[in-house]
């Protein structure tokens, strides 16, 4: 579940260098200095402190220091986008793709399709190079949902060579979409 994160400004001094650090439920923060601690607003996922030891290495790290106290967020894994596709550029993309393409039929107010769209995020990052994932607005695009007979939304289809080869309706497990995937790579 995703919080909210407040900003922090830690200024810049000689004697103070300040890192992330995760903790548990505590909402205090230890400053390092003459700075006496101080307590946050009911969060408890970081904490301000001197230096950083990562466990795994035994190095110490003091980033924000050299970046002039900003809280930088540096992903881990590059994030694969699944693209929108609309009427103006569903042929191309999908239709006239080199290689199996996966469609999701979702619209905004749809609690289902919210369900499936990590699950779809996954699949374009476990196929990638071998399986195009794209995703239609159905209240953006409606000519292109009533062309494929789209009455239920989240339906996950699977075009290859221009041609619809399965569909999905519902928000259904990662496992049955992978075996429907699998079918037409």
Same mark, same amino acid.
Request: glycine share 8%.
């Given at each position: 579940?995703?919080?909210?994160?407040?900003?922090?400004?830690?200024?810049?001094?000689?004697?103070?260098?300040?890192?992330?650090?995760?903790?548990?439920? *505590? !909402?205090?923060?230890?400053? @390092?200095?003459?700075?006496?601690?101080? =307590? &946050?607003?009911?969060? /408890? #996922?970081?904490?301000?402190? *001197? !230096?950083?030891?990562?466990? @795994?290495?035994?190095?110490?790290?003091? =980033? &924000?220091?050299?970046? /002039? #106290?900003?809280?930088?967020?540096?992903?881990?894994?590059?994030?694969?986008?699944?693209?929108?596709?609309?009427?103006?550029?569903?042929?191309?993309?999908?239709?006239?793709?080199?290689?199996?393409?996966?469609?999701?039929?979702?619209?905004?107010?749809?609690?289902?399709?919210?369900?499936?769209?990590?699950?779809?995020?996954?699949?374009?990052?476990?196929?990638?190079?071998?399986?195009?994932?794209?995703?239609?607005?159905?209240?953006?695009?409606?000519?292109?949902?009533?062309?494929?007979?789209?009455?239920?939304?989240?339906?996950?289809?699977?075009?290859?060579?221009?041609?619809?080869?399965?569909?999905?309706?519902?928000?259904?497990?990662?496992?049955?979409?992978?075996?429907?995937?699998?079918?037409?790579?």
């Amino acid at each position: 579940m995703a919080g909210v994160l407040e900003t922090l400004t830690v200024p810049r001094s000689s004697r103070f260098h300040a890192t992330l650090a995760p903790i548990g439920s *505590s !909402s205090v923060c230890a400053l @390092s200095g003459d700075r006496k601690p101080v =307590r &946050l607003p009911g969060f /408890g #996922g970081l904490k301000i402190r *001197s !230096s950083y030891v990562n466990r @795994s290495t035994g190095s110490v790290s003091q =980033r &924000l220091g050299r970046r /002039g #106290g900003r809280i930088v967020c540096e992903a881990q894994d590059t994030a694969v986008d699944v693209a929108p596709v609309t009427d103006a550029n569903w042929q191309p993309f999908v239709l006239e793709a080199d290689c199996a393409v996966l469609v999701e039929f979702w619209a905004p107010w749809c609690g289902p399709c919210r369900m499936i769209h990590p699950v779809i995020d996954e699949l374009a990052k476990q196929y990638l190079g071998k399986l195009k994932c794209y995703k239609v607005n159905t209240d953006e695009s409606p000519s292109i949902a009533t062309r494929y007979g789209i009455r239920s939304i989240p339906t996950v289809m699977i075009f290859k060579d221009g041609e619809k080869k399965d569909a999905v309706i519902g928000a259904v497990p990662k496992s049955t979409l992978t075996t429907s995937i699998e079918k037409f790579l």
